[in-house]
């Protein structure tokens, strides 16, 4: 078998041109008709009245967390089960992430355990929609607007899923998005915050643009940052956004005939969708669990990657990460479903080129290797 990875991105339609054209404008930096043409398109799928494109994915948390004027000191609610960035963002404002155990039916943050986690210093939540799947917003909402806190949705993995019917990105206060090459929609590095509140998109535009005045040059009431992205960028960007339901559906194709193909193979599980729930089609996720499957995850990673099938692991728990522990273990933290998920979770091959064949000869691997078949 021809080596597959775990993604490629897929830049087949006017990427290219768009790219040049933006170079022969002569707009390769942070102004540019790309730059206007995506926050706008980009505002239009989220259903909010604000974006803002910045440099990449982390940034965009980082710039929602100082819109939000989150300082020293402050706690911020997080899942435990997310890329480090989330968690990682929190520190850069000086506040600490606390940890929260994700719901089995969602793998999102749980929101019946928010309210426990909650001190005098709680400022927000971080509702990541890991793997595409929406996090249970009403019930984080509720919560966040009984105890006077905001909520920031990191939908970096889930571009247009829909809570509700609802768009992800507008649903909390501000929504962030990362457009890495292994995203769903990507420009390389890239990022954006959707937001409906006009103040807080002035605030973050001043603070985006290293917190230059909008109206008077060269005058600098706040310290701010350069959080810019490239006019060139955004011409990939424009490109993907066209193509954008092609995309997605031919990543859902995906989804389905692997669904089909690791159907009733022992032991292997996969993502739970809920009902209200549309999850975006990021990478394709099995669970095993060792003892019906017979091999365990790790295991069954490298006889895969032996037969030249790369995969992921799900991530780390954060709260076991040498820049988290010990204040994780001070708060006296236990999150089973997160341990327990991270261990047995990984991620497969998906992209727009994987063919039909391989994914039903990774499927026959995954099948054939397990020692209960
Ligand atoms: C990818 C990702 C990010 C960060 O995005 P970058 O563009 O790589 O900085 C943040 N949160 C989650 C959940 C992600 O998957």
Request: one cysteine or more.
């Amino acid at each position: 078998m021809t080596k597959i990875p775990v993604a490629i991105p897929d830049l087949s339609g006017n990427e290219n041109k768009y790219v040049s054209d933006a170079i022969e404008s002569t707009w390769i930096s942070s102004t540019g008709a790309y730059i206007d043409q995506f926050e706008e398109e980009f505002a239009n799928k989220c259903d909010t009245d604000h974006v803002l494109s910045v440099c990449n994915g982390t940034v965009a948390l980082h710039l929602a967390l100082l819109a939000l004027d989150v300082r020293p000191g402050d706690e911020v609610l997080i899942p435990s089960l997310t890329y480090i960035a989330t968690a990682n963002a929190v520190r850069y404002v000086g506040a600490e992430p606390v940890f929260v155990d994700i719901d089995p039916d969602t793998w999102c943050i749980d929101p019946n355990l928010l309210e426990e986690n909650i001190t005098r210093r709680t400022k927000g939540i971080i509702a990541v929609h890991l793997y595409g799947h929406p996090a249970d917003m009403d019930a984080i909402n509720h919560i966040a607007a009984v105890h006077g806190l905001w909520v920031v949705e990191d939908a970096a993995e889930a571009h247009f899923a829909k809570y509700k019917g609802i768009p992800v990105g507008g649903l909390g206060q501000i929504g962030t998005f990362s457009f890495y090459g292994n995203k769903i929609l990507t420009c390389g590095e890239g990022g954006a915050i959707a937001l409906h509140d006009k103040q807080l998109a002035v605030r973050a535009r001043t603070l985006r643009g290293q917190g230059m005045d909008p109206i008077r040059q060269y005058y600098f009431p706040v310290t701010g940052y350069n959080f810019r992205l490239t006019n060139i960028a955004c011409a990939i960007l424009c490109a993907q956004l066209e193509r954008s339901e092609e995309i997605i559906a031919r990543r859902m194709e995906i989804f389905k005939t692997y669904r089909e193909l690791l159907r009733d193979i022992p032991g292997i599980g996969f993502q739970p969708f809920a009902e209200w729930a549309d999850p975006a089609p990021w990478l394709f996720c099995i669970t095993v669990d060792q003892e019906s499957y017979g091999r365990s995850r790790d295991e069954l990673m490298e006889f895969l990657a032996e037969k030249g099938v790369d995969t992921r692991p799900f991530f780390v728990p954060l709260h076991t990460l040498p820049p988290f522990r010990e204040e994780s273990k001070c708060r006296n933290e236990v999150l089973p479903v997160t341990c327990k998920l991270s261990f047995s979770g990984m991620n497969l091959p998906t992209y727009a080129d994987l063919r039909d064949d391989n994914i039903s000869e990774i499927s026959q691997i995954i099948r054939n290797y397990s020692d209960n078949h």
